[in-house]
């Protein structure tokens, strides 16, 4: 009787702001084992998902007991900086058991919940007290501002630079891809944002959108802030 132990291939790299990596890879299997923030992945020509660190990727069972297999996978980096990312692509199982925090050390103390009234739209305050915090766990604003109109063929601002700033969530509400920059020129460099889509940003900097088609846009916005 014949064994059969998975084999792995090990995929390193680096995506920039903005743009696509196109990498040849034969398995059924896909493991992410470390990325420096949140990523979408597509496999073969199929369309684009949330990806992370520590998750794992495999195709349904078919009927013969087979899993579907990929060929090539597809790698996006929508944020505004450089990610560094490793993935593991294998024919068998991949388990990953491993318990993964960040920083040298994890405070473990009470905690007592602190409840807040939480409206539909408006200013939310969120947190935990008596605890202490570090800088990813400490009460956050989320403030939703009214839909931002976009001009016809030009850059208008999102928000000017905010130290305070965490991230920035977006979705756009018209019917052509806009361009997402940091700075204010008038061409189409930057992150496409298309139609209906949500994007989530990590950025304290100033954000500015150019809509390049002849008539108004608008995006929906909300600014969280330590």
């Known amino acids: 009787m014949s064994e059969f132990f998975p084999t792995c291939q090990d995929i390193f790299l680096t995506v ?32 684009l998902q949330f990806a992370d660190a ?8 078919m009927l013969d007991g087979k899993r579907p297999r990929f060929s090539e996978l ?8 450089p990610i560094n990312i490793r993935v593991q692509v294998s024919h068998g199982e991949i388990f990953d058991n491993r318990a993964i925090f960040g920083g040298n ?9 602190a409840v807040f009234d939480v409206a539909q739209s408006g200013t939310w305050n969120v947190g935990l007290t008596g605890a202490y915090l570090p800088r990813e766990a400490m009460p956050v604003t989320i403030s939703n501002t009214a839909n ?5 063929n030009a850059v ?21 891809t806009m361009f997402l920059k940091t700075v204010n020129t008038n061409n189409d460099n930057g992150i496409a944002l298309c139609a209906g889509e949500r994007l989530e940003i990590e950025t304290n ?16 916005r909300a600014e969280v802030t330590w």
């Open 156 to 176: 208008t601002q999102i928000s000017a630079a905010t130290a305070a700033r965490r991230r920035y969530v977006l979705h756009h509400l018209g019917t052509e």
């Open 54 to 61: 520590g998750l794992t990727y495999q195709g349904r069972a």
């Open 205 to 220: 900097g100033a954000l500015n959108i150019r809509n390049p088609v002849a008539f108004t846009q608008e995006i929906r």
């Open 74 to 81: 597809r790698f996006r980096n929508p944020n505004a900086f």
């Open 105 to 113: 050390s994890v405070p473990v103390v009470p905690a007592v919940g």
């Open 16 to 47: 920039q702001p903005g743009a696509d990596d196109v990498r040849a890879a034969n398995g059924e299997t896909l493991a992410i084992i470390s990325a420096t923030a949140p990523f979408e992945i597509a496999f073969n020509a199929g369309s």
């Open 148 to 152: 931002l109109t976009c001009a016809a």
